[in-house]
């Protein structure tokens, strides 16, 4: 079984900065991108940022892009997500995800989820 777990959520006013971690382990499966996705309340989830493993190429939501980064540490077997110039409406549950595909912005090509970590943007 492959397990994730995510860190690092938290309340931040906004503008505020927060870095979200999520720890991969368990049983060694092909993966080859790591996603991060978000859920509001009453909202879908939704694609933040991915990664891959080899290589390092990123994809971003629009939302997100230029205040969001995604990076991985290979040898440590996590992927972070630094957050700044946070706002009220980056309030969500954060999940990353391992797929053993390429990136790809949907949550139906990701595997394995955490279990969540809420941020809260105070406005």
């Known amino acids: 079984q492959v397990q994730l777990v995510e860190s690092g959520g938290g309340l931040v006013q906004a503008g505020g900065s927060l870095r979200l971690s999520c720890a991969v382990s368990?049983?060694?499966?092909?993966?080859?991108?790591m996603g991060w996705f978000r859920q509001a309340p009453g909202k879908e989830r939704e694609f933040v940022a991915a990664?891959?493993?080899?290589?390092?190429?990123?994809r971003y939501a629009d939302s997100v892009k230029d205040r969001f980064t995604i990076s991985r540490d290979n040898a440590e077997n996590t992927v972070y997500l630094q957050m700044t110039s946070l706002k009220s409406e980056d309030t969500a549950v954060y999940y990353c995800?391992?797929?053993?595909?390429?990136?790809?912005?949907?949550?139906?090509?990701?595997?394995?989820w955490g279990q969540g970590t809420q941020v809260t943007v105070s406005s």
């Open positions: 368990g049983r060694t499966f092909n993966k080859n991108a």
């Open positions: 995800a391992a797929s053993s595909l390429s990136i790809h912005l949907s949550s139906n090509y990701y595997s394995y």
């Open positions: 990664i891959s493993w080899i290589g390092g190429l990123t």
